[in-house]
């Protein structure tokens, strides 16, 4: 038994000294330097998560983020995989389900013991699983736009926060529209409620602008009449809107059904890309504005390659919005983080992610750079929505900063 014991410790201690000396050589790790946290990782292969609505009201606009997650894990793999690995995935459903997500997150974290998530996409989802990775120690890679307000050691938020769309967004269309008066629609729960939030004192407090409505409906809602009366009776200037998921296709029909067009009425939506167009119709909503980071139609060779490689795997007919980008940069910032880290420790990975430093220049949406913070300096579009489907970007801000817990705001 002595003997054996002294061959483990042995053995525990060149592991570890292998795993020093194979930092320096970001292409090869053995087993015990890469994986000192009891993840699920061999000499050949490291396991990952991907968490989406597959089913439910929010499949509408999750489904290209996982498609986007596996592309990229693809051409990491078809590129020598991460360390020396190739990466396998365990795939889950949220099924649209808050509880779910956190469900499925611990059943990714503690019984496959996946080196990282790739995943959620409401805030809601985010904030039912984010306590399981906080516990565990797990790393989930979130794509979503979202409210800010939050930064979380086990969390790297490739989407935007507030600062950087909502602010953004109200900026430009009071600039651009002379809006004076607004009217608040959102899905009923955490990120429309507190963008609104949000919205409400930028437009009031640094706009000097007035809110003539504000309503929230439930996740799924298909009746809009009642709002769309008020909104006639109200006359606003603009309509914010942040309606999510399945509900824009009725939202959006529903309005110009009621002659609400963009030939009498400037909307400005931050929860609308190209995936929830799909099921609108560009022709329910042509002339319309979101803001965004991404869209399709850039015209970069970044974007380019990526809109060729995504439709190559998932079919000519396929789109790609802002959070389908968002997702596809996660597994890329992941690999950057690890070869760096020369482990998939989640300690390690996340130390080397907070320096500030990691940079994409290949990214779709152009120069992506990871801040201390744990989210991404990013610019904002604005883009009018055409006919086919397809956006056509009218505004383009500067490099933002990212600032999830701005002042005034929280």
């Known amino acids: 038994m002595k003997s054996k ?91 649209s389900d808050w509880p779910t997500f956190a469900e499925k997150s611990r059943k990714l974290l503690v019984k496959d013991k996946v080196a990282a998530v790739f995943g959620c996409w409401t805030s809601a989802s985010r904030k039912a699983a984010l306590p399981v990775f906080e516990k565990e120690n797990g790393l989930l890679y979130y794509p979503t736009f979202y409210e800010g307000l939050e930064q979380s050691k086990n969390v790297i938020y490739t989407g935007q926060e507030a600062t950087q769309q909502i602010l953004a967004g109200l900026d430009w269309v009071k600039k651009e529209k002379k809006a004076k008066t607004f009217y608040l629609i959102g899905s009923d729960y955490i990120w429309p409620r507190t963008s609104m939030k949000i919205a409400r004192k930028h437009i009031e407090k640094v706009l ?14 298909t009746q809009f009449g009642s709002t769309i009366n008020k909104i006639r009776l109200k006359k606003p200037d603009v309509i914010y809107a942040a309606v999510v998921g399945g509900s824009n296709v009725a939202w959006f029909k529903q309005l110009k059904a009621a002659g609400i067009t963009s030939k009498k009425q400037t909307l400005l939506t931050i929860s609308v890309t190209e995936d929830e167009v799909l099921g609108i119709g560009g022709e329910n909503l042509e002339g319309f504005y979101s803001i965004m980071k991404y869209f399709q139609s850039q015209d970069n060779p970044n974007n380019k390659k990526f809109v060729k490689a995504f439709k190559e795997m998932w079919g000519d007919d396929s789109v790609i919005g802002d959070v389908t980008q968002a997702a596809y940069l996660g597994p890329w910032l992941w690999k950057a983080a690890v070869e760096r880290a020369g482990s998939f420790d989640v300690d390690k990975v996340v130390a080397e992610s907070e320096k500030g430093d990691i940079e994409l220049k290949t990214a779709p949406e152009g120069y992506v750079k990871l801040h201390k913070n744990h989210h991404l300096w990013s610019k904002a579009r604005v883009a009018k929505w055409k006919k086919d489907g397809q956006a056509e970007v009218v505004f383009t801000s500067d490099l933002i900063e990212p600032d999830p817990f701005p002042k005034g705001y929280q």
């Not at 000499?43 to 609505?53: A, C, F, Q, R």
């Not at 489904?63 to 020396?84: D, V, Y």
């Open 208 to 221: 000097g602008g007035k809110v003539v409505g504000e309503e929230y409906k439930p996740l799924g809602n």
């Open 5 to 95: 014991f002294l061959l483990s410790k042995w053995r525990n201690v060149l592991g570890v000294a292998l795993g020093v000396t194979m930092a320096a050589n970001l292409n090869i790790a053995t087993a015990a330097g890469a994986n000192t946290t009891g993840l699920a990782v061999t000499d050949k292969e490291v396991t990952v998560g991907i968490l989406h609505s597959l089913t439910g009201t929010m499949a509408i606009s999750e489904t290209g983020a996982q498609e986007a997650e596996k592309l990229a894990i693809k051409q990491i793999n078809e590129s020598g995989g991460i360390l020396g690995r190739q990466i396998k995935i365990i795939q889950e459903d949220g099924a």
